[in-house]
């Protein structure tokens, strides 16, 4: 979630164009996808396991400086 990018829309053409519409809906599904990812993510760092390799990664970057 630190770093995250933004990815702006692109901006729609007066006339249909399909290609665009392709381009647009495959940005909508990555950035979904994105969202589930970070969503997944979070809920892990609370369980047992998820929790375990956290401490133990901020117990070795504590242990680096």
Known sequence: ?????????????????QQEQGLTRR???LAMDQIENDVVLA?????????LAMRRFQFLLMGAS
């Open 1 to 17: 979630m630190a770093g995250t990018r933004t990815t702006p829309l692109p901006i729609p053409t007066p006339e249909y164009d």
């Open 43 to 51: 809920k892990t760092q609370g369980d047992k396991e998820g929790s």
């Open 27 to 29: 940005t909508l599904e």
